[in-house]
């Protein structure tokens, strides 16, 4: 089975530095993966996901991630933060021996200072 | 373009109590997912309907049914509601593909007293 650790549950960072939301994967199988973004009281939208085409993966809103096979890693970057940034980020994995169903990791909690 | 339609989006229930929580996709997607979301514990899979006519368990299936009325239509049934379900519900839906992204609504908060 799949699964998703996403480490630090609060992260905090002044508006202008580098965001740095960090996932680690476990799958048997080549993964698909996903950042998703929740602002309050919404639902989840995608911010990027990972198909194996390119490693290095931009999304919307500035943020990037890239896909590191060797550390099961899949962490999401913005160089410089802004306080619309201010959300909550899931990490999600699916495989295909799984009919597509994703699992999701816990969330970050994103605070950007002025 | 609605996308992912839930209703209500509020409710609190009496322990015991049923109800029905309502989501339409009007994306022509095959497959609907419930999950439910809780401070600290990410999306929990409940159900989740592959396609039209089709459905199966999730991580967390006990106390709830489902029902994929159509292609368009996934609904949660709640028989008789306990305070461990107070939680925040989400609809999903997605095409068929692990490569493919999910569309969800926009919730619905439930609390049961």
Same mark, same amino acid.
């Given at each position: 089975?799949?699964?998703?650790?996403?480490?630090?549950?609060?992260?905090?960072?002044?508006?202008?530095? &580098?965001? &740095?939301?960090?996932?680690? $994967?476990?799958?048997?199988?080549?993964? $698909?993966?996903?950042? $998703?973004?929740?602002?309050?009281?919404?639902?989840?939208?995608?911010?990027?996901?990972?198909?194996?085409?390119?490693?290095?993966?931009?999304?919307?809103?500035?943020?990037?991630?890239?896909?590191?096979?060797?550390?099961? #890693?899949?962490?999401?970057?913005?160089?410089?933060?802004?306080? #619309?940034?201010?959300?909550? $980020?899931?990490?999600?994995? #699916?495989?295909?021996?799984?009919?597509?169903?994703?699992?999701?990791?816990?969330?970050?909690?994103?605070?950007?200072?002025? | 373009?609605?996308? @992912? /339609?839930?209703?209500?989006?509020?409710?609190?229930?009496? /322990?015991?109590?049923?109800?029905?929580?309502?989501?339409?996709?009007?994306? !022509?997607? !095959?497959?609907?997912?419930?999950?439910?979301?809780?401070?600290?514990?990410?999306?929990?899979?409940?159900?989740?309907?592959?396609?039209?006519?089709?459905?199966?368990?999730?991580?967390?299936? !006990?106390?709830?049914?489902?029902?994929?009325?159509?292609k368009r239509e996934f609904s949660l049934r709640l028989e008789s509601a306990?305070?461990?379900?107070?939680?925040?519900?989400f609809c999903a839906s997605s095409e068929q593909g692990a490569f493919t992204?999910? +569309? +969800?609504?926009?919730?619905?908060?439930? /609390?049961? @007293?």
């Amino acid at each position: 089975a799949q699964s998703v650790t996403q480490l630090g549950s609060h992260v905090s960072v002044s508006e202008g530095a &580098l965001v &740095l939301l960090r996932c680690n $994967y476990s799958s048997s199988v080549p993964p $698909y993966l996903f950042w $998703y973004v929740q602002y309050p009281n919404q639902g989840l939208q995608l911010l990027l996901k990972y198909t194996s085409a390119a490693t290095l993966v931009k999304g919307i809103n500035g943020f990037e991630a890239e896909f590191k096979k060797s550390e099961t #890693s899949f962490h999401l970057t913005k160089p410089s933060a802004h306080m #619309s940034d201010a959300a909550e $980020y899931f990490c999600a994995v #699916s495989v295909n021996t799984n009919a597509g169903k994703s699992t999701f990791g816990d969330g970050t909690t994103l605070t950007v200072k002025p | 373009n609605a996308g @992912v /339609t839930q209703t209500p989006k509020f409710q609190v229930l009496k /322990t015991g109590q049923s109800m029905t929580l309502q989501c339409a996709q009007d994306m !022509n997607h !095959n497959s609907m997912y419930w999950y439910r979301q809780d401070p600290g514990m990410g999306l929990r899979l409940i159900y989740y309907s592959a396609s039209e006519g089709t459905t199966d368990k999730g991580e967390v299936p !006990n106390g709830y049914n489902v029902s994929r009325l159509n292609k368009r239509e996934f609904s949660l049934r709640l028989e008789s509601a306990a305070p461990s379900q107070t939680s925040v519900y989400f609809c999903a839906s997605s095409e068929q593909g692990a490569f493919t992204e999910a +569309f +969800f609504g926009q919730g619905t908060r439930l /609390t049961v @007293v």
